[in-house]
């Protein structure tokens, strides 16, 4: 990851925004009432503490594993740092006997989570036993996903009495943004659908964006977006 950001600082690889006073636009999103947040103010300074206990009290500290799927996915987003590691692997999905030792291998080490992620997971056929087996084994399943297949309901189904933590992103709330940062034309409308059918079938889902030159202008958007499909945690 460190080598990534330097080589994007060295505008060898895309581009990166940094933002120079994180107080103002903290602030910024306070005075658009976007969100009810604890205080942020703490001793006389800015903290994230307090968000950081409300979130644990949701979610339990990630003891994880980080389970590499595949590496073909069907969007083509332009920050992806999986897709320019694996961009030259010749390994496109992991063997399945691999997957199950890996969970395996996890529950012996006394993990609490196995993220599965790529690529994008859920093209992977396995993906719901795979999430069944570790909740088997008595782990929690998190699927990091673009969503998309989720838009087509019969593809939750396999998934409900698992009850997986999904994270799926969303890279602006205006569709031709989002589009053109996953470089796959209509999946903005696809990734909304699925939070909402997901939501729908009280299934978890937790936000989640990566900020970058094309849409740091857009973090208020997305929040309200969230918030709009049902999404608290972000």
């Known amino acids: 990851g460190i080598v990534y950001h330097d080589l994007m600082k060295q505008e060898k690889i895309g581009s990166i925004y940094e933002i120079d006073n994180l107080q103002e636009l903290i602030k910024k999103i306070e005075k658009q009432f976007i969100v009810s947040p604890p205080p942020f103010f703490v001793d006389g300074k800015y903290s ?72 994008e997971p859920t093209i992977v056929a396995e993906l719901p036993k795979l999430v069944q087996y570790t909740c088997k084994l008595g782990m929690n399943p998190v699927i990091l996903s673009n969503g998309r297949l989720f838009s087509y309901p019969k593809n939750i189904k396999p998934f409900i009495s698992s009850d997986p933590l999904f994270i799926i992103p969303l890279h602006s709330h205006i569709r031709e943004r989002h589009d053109s940062i996953s470089r796959v034309g209509g999946s903005f ?40 499909l049902g999404v608290n945690v972000i």
Do not use: W
């Open 48 to 119: 994230f503490e307090p968000y950081f206990k409300a979130f644990l009290n949701s979610y339990q500290p990630l003891e994880d594993t980080s389970l590499l799927t595949t590496n073909k996915c069907n969007n083509n987003c332009i920050h992806c740092i999986h897709f320019m590691e694996l961009a030259g692997s010749a390994i496109k999905d992991v063997p399945v006997d691999s997957l199950y030792r890996q969970i395996r291998e996890s529950h012996q080490s006394k993990k609490s989570h196995v993220i599965f992620s790529g690529g």
């Open 189 to 228: 409308n696809q990734t909304r659908k699925a939070i909402k059918n997901l939501v729908s079938n009280n299934l978890r889902v937790m936000g989640k964006t990566v900020l970058i030159k094309p849409n740091h202008g857009d973090l208020a958007g997305i929040v309200r977006l969230y918030q709009k």
